[in-house]
């Protein structure tokens, strides 16, 4: 046997091992454009939460922020507001669900149920109409809630309808206080 027919077999199984990972690395570099550019871009993030500052809403004051597309209304309910809500007997509802993103999907439409607790005075959900998607007009109505004057939808101090062609209550987005003055909508 001649020197050049002796084969080190620790080495050839380096070179394997190399050339395989090699392949794995220039995969990955080819592949990685294409995986990245399925993430969602900046402006779509930056849309995923807003911060409110609601320090200078006074109650049966109200303010209107974008959030996602939609507008989602902010307000500080008064005190007869709130009664208004608690007094709806549940039987009376179109809509028996609390439609809050922040509580269970069975949950019920409760007045307490449409706020966050400790803060019941105030009132945060999407205003777009359930039944076609319009913006219904505030402190409007037979109920002093919500009017949509498009087709008549009614809705109460706590966005649950009461009259009209709309099917849901009004949406509650997913919301936190993150101090007594600001809310974090998303």
């Not at 549940?90 to 999907?105: G, H, M, V």
């Not at 919500?146 to 709309?166: E, L, N, V």
Request: glycine letters at 8%; charged letters at 20%.
């Amino acid at each position: 046997m001649s020197a050049t027919d002796i084969h080190d077999p620790n080495r050839r199984d380096f070179l394997y091992v190399a050339t395989g990972m090699a392949a794995v690395v220039g995969a990955g570099a080819l592949a990685w454009p294409f995986i990245d550019q399925m993430r969602p871009d900046a402006s779509t993030l930056a849309l995923a939460s807003v911060e409110v500052d609601v320090a200078s809403l006074q109650p049966g004051s109200s303010l209107i922020v974008k959030w996602r597309g939609k507008p989602v209304v902010v307000r500080n309910r008064t005190e007869k507001e709130m009664k208004d809500g608690e007094a709806v007997n549940l039987s009376d509802l179109k809509d028996p669900i609390a439609r809050n993103a922040n509580l269970p999907s069975d949950a019920p439409a409760t007045d307490a149920n449409r706020t966050t607790p400790g803060k019941e005075a105030w009132m945060v959900m999407v205003q777009v109409c359930t039944h076609l998607g319009c913006i219904p007009l505030g402190q409007e109505g037979d109920f002093g809630g919500w009017f949509c004057p498009c087709h008549g939808s009614q809705y109460d101090t706590a966005g649950r309808i009461r009259k009209g062609p709309a099917p849901e209550n009004m949406a509650i987005p997913v919301f936190k206080f993150i101090s007594d003055t600001k809310l974090l909508i998303g």
